[in-house]
């Protein structure tokens, strides 16, 4: 690592380090990669204000059933713990996935990506044989209002999830193919927010939509 | 030190970036212990969605402070955003979305409520019509 007063001599000319805190020091324009993660943040941030434009729909709308099924009729809460710990699961690799770029470990970034992956595809394949399922029970989105606002709201995560995954191959291939990169470090860096970000809108989903849903 | 990012340098830290003096060793331990914490919180929510031991209108209330606080977890252990003056613009961001979507999510839920129980019932409103 470079020596910041070295790099810079007029940086820190009375030794404040450890006193930026205070106010006292003024360091120059922020890095490219906080830039960029603190506006990665600030869109993850407007999803979830659009995601809560849905539950506030699916709130509303969670009797209007029409006559046709309710939650409790419809929601098997086996499957939705089984997506949970799927999903928990991945934000976990996830998670050591970036430690291992940090460290720059290749074998253990594309582990824990490629383990990442396949529990994000576990998720979705339960939830698109839910989904399927509804639809052949005669449930889908033009059933009533209450299925509507589900089927939207749980469908965009869903959208979201493969998204992500879209965006995992494509850092693990790039991993391969560039390496270490500070640019690529920064959509690896992007990349795991989103995929927390994601699992923190599924608390909401499952507690709003299928624990309380199904208790309506 | 390994991670491409000068944080002796900066007063901030993105978002997601960890703050820690300790090797790989410790950071996987925090991740560690975000997965229990939230295991334990997903778990409890699922017991008391369930169960006929508790208070049965406090269900709601509970599952939605037992999500809160899982959310709490998965922002400080996952997404590392701390309460340290390195944090200060991620928090305050985040502020801001917590104030919108608390807005939207609560505004519609009160005003569709007290529409609700202003409307006249839907036989009452045909009968007017006719």
Redesign the interface.
Same mark, same amino acid.
């Given at each position: 690592?470079v020596d910041?007063t070295i790099a810079?001599p007029h940086?820190?000319p009375h030794h404040l380090?450890g006193m930026?805190?205070s106010g006292i020091?003024h360091?120059g324009p922020?890095?490219k990669?906080?830039a960029?993660?603190?506006g990665?943040?600030?869109f993850i941030?407007?999803d979830?204000?659009m995601f809560?434009?849905f539950?506030?729909?699916y709130?509303?709308l969670l009797g209007q059933t029409a006559g046709g099924p309710s939650g409790r009729e419809l929601f098997d809460?086996r499957n939705v713990?089984i997506e949970?710990?799927f999903l928990?699961a991945s934000?976990?690799t996830c998670?050591?996935a970036?430690?291992a770029a940090?460290?720059?470990s290749t074998i253990w970034f594309q582990l824990g990506m490629a383990v990442t992956c396949i529990f994000g595809l576990g998720f979705l394949t339960i939830e698109g044989r839910e989904f399927a399922s509804l639809v052949a029970r005669g449930a889908g989105p033009t059933r009533s209002a209450f299925l509507s606002a589900f089927f939207t709201l749980v469908g965009c995560h869903g959208l979201h999830v493969s998204a992500g995954i879209l965006w995992l191959l494509t850092m693990m291939a790039q991993v391969f193919a560039k390496g270490?990169r500070?640019d690529i470090?920064r959509r690896i860096?992007c990349f795991?927010?989103f995929w927390?970000?994601l699992?923190?809108i599924w608390?909401?989903v499952?507690?709003?939509v299928y624990?309380?849903g199904?208790?309506a | 030190?390994?991670?491409?990012?000068?944080t002796?340098?900066?007063?901030?830290?993105?978002?997601?970036?960890e703050h820690v003096e300790g090797g790989?060793g410790l950071?996987?331990l925090g991740?560690l212990t975000?997965?229990a914490l939230?295991?334990l919180l997903?778990a409890t929510?699922?017991f008391v969605?369930?169960t006929d031991l508790v208070w049965q209108p406090s $269900?709601?209330v509970a599952? &939605?402070v037992?999500?809160i606080a899982? !959310?709490g977890v998965?922002?400080v252990f996952?997404?590392h955003i701390t309460t340290g003056?390195?944090n200060t613009?991620?928090v305050l961001?985040?502020a801001?979305?917590v104030l $919108?979507?608390l807005l939207? &999510?609560g505004?519609?839920?009160w005003i !569709?409520a007290n529409l609700n129980h202003n409307m006249m019932p839907m036989d009452q409103i045909m009968q007017m019509q006719r």
């Open positions: 690592m910041a810079y940086s820190d380090r930026e805190a020091a360091s922020a890095s990669r906080i960029t993660g603190y990665f943040w600030i941030l407007s979830m204000v809560s434009a539950f506030a729909t709130a509303v809460l713990a949970t710990a928990l934000s976990f998670g050591l970036s430690i940090d460290t720059r270490f500070p470090l860096l795991a927010l927390h970000a699992d923190i608390i909401a499952f507690t709003v624990l309380i199904s208790a | 030190m390994s991670n491409g990012y000068d002796e340098n900066s007063v901030d830290l993105a978002p997601g970036d790989v950071r996987v991740y975000g997965l939230a295991i997903t929510s699922f969605a369930g $269900i709601p599952l &939605i037992l999500a899982q !959310m998965h922002l996952f997404l003056p390195d613009n991620n961001a985040l801001f979305g $919108i979507v939207v &999510i505004g519609s839920v !569709m």
